[in-house]
């Protein structure tokens, strides 16, 4: 990511920092002409405590100084008795930055070398432009209709002895179980299988949803568009691509395996960042969605061993099927 986007990205947080900030003087303005006892209280508070200051630089009695502590204890219990009454918390004098982890300034507030997953997840979205989650509003759990889903079973065409609705309450839990342990290393990845339009996107969306919220990255690559820009990196054509990205992203949706042209550099590649996201579960735990249109035999005919292996045994296979929801709605 190039320092000009990520300056400009840092002067976006320090507005909104500063418009937070003049938010709560606003408010806290407003509410101390309203209650002018806790104005007066504040006022008795800053007093006592620069007289504190001066007594203590000037090396004067302890007696003094102790006096002045006594009273600031008492001012401050008189402060939050009186806003307790007026169920006033201490949240109210803090602002209302929008990310509580870095306050607004892009980077942990203990920490100012290490960066906020809400900056990481910004430089994302602006570095690779393709992430299918935003605009998560109506694709969240609160919209998974089951009723969508036939209940009727039909083993000869489905060739499954359950229901495509039963079938998708399975994968729904499966799905939440997955949000609920993200952060647990022997949590397996997700591979979605089944044709077009019977919920795959939808409910992919739905778990980054969740996950963003979690406070994790999400970074969406079609798997087209991931194999052929690697090989650009590899070969010098696209120096702006961050390899490391889809390594260290806490979750990387690869949509539409299957779809890319397959020759043995992309097959390399892919089996790298699957079995590199893999071994990064050691010391940085990082999940994979991949979503295809393939059936298992056409994963295993048009796959490698090598990453075959690692979806069947590091992967919940989760097979989709029933009639193309497109139609039904």
């Known amino acids: 990511m190039s320092n000009p986007i990520l300056k400009s990205l840092l002067k976006e947080y320090e507005k909104k920092r500063l418009e937070k900030q003049l938010e709560l003087e606003n408010k806290l303005n407003k509410f101390y002409l309203q209650n002018p006892s806790v104005s007066e209280i504040n006022d008795k508070i800053n007093q006592a405590s620069i007289e504190l200051s001066k007594t203590i630089l000037l090396n004067k009695n302890s007696d003094k100084i102790n006096t002045l502590n006594d009273l600031l204890d008492k001012l401050r219990s008189e402060k939050k008795e009186l806003l307790n009454k007026l169920g006033i918390t201490e949240d109210f004098f803090i602002p209302d930055y929008s990310c509580k982890l870095c306050n607004d300034t892009g980077y942990l507030i203990n920490d100012n070398n290490i960066m906020c997953t809400c900056l990481k997840q910004k430089l994302l979205d602006i570095q690779y432009n393709k992430s299918n989650i935003s605009g998560l509003e109506s694709n969240n759990f609160d919209f998974f209709n089951l009723n969508l889903f036939s209940d009727e079973i039909d083993e000869k065409k489905y060739n499954s002895n359950i229901s495509p609705r ?3 309450e399975k994968i729904k839990e499966i799905a939440l179980h997955f949000i609920d342990c993200f952060d647990n290393p022997s949590e397996k990845n997700l591979l979605f299988s089944g044709n077009t339009g019977l919920g795959k996107t939808f409910l992919t969306n739905c778990i980054a949803n969740e996950v963003l919220k979690k406070g994790k990255t999400v970074l969406y690559q079609t798997a087209p568009v991931m194999l052929d820009s690697v090989i650009d990196y590899k070969f010098g054509k ?10 260290d992203v806490d979750l990387l949706i690869i949509d539409d395996l299957g779809t890319e042209n397959i020759n043995n550099v992309k097959l390399s590649e892919l089996f790298n960042i699957i079995n590199t996201r893999l071994l990064n579960q050691n010391h940085h735990i990082t999940k994979t969605i991949i979503s295809t249109n393939l059936s298992l ?12 292996s690692r979806l069947v045994g590091y992967y919940n296979i989760c097979r989709f099927f029933g009639e193309d929801l497109r139609y039904s709605k």
Do not use: A, G, H, S
């Open 166 to 168: 039963k079938n998708m």
């Open 238 to 247: 696209n120096p702006d691509f961050n390899y490391n990205d889809l390594l």
């Open 297 to 308: 035999n056409n994963l295993f005919k048009n796959y490698d061993e090598r990453i075959f």
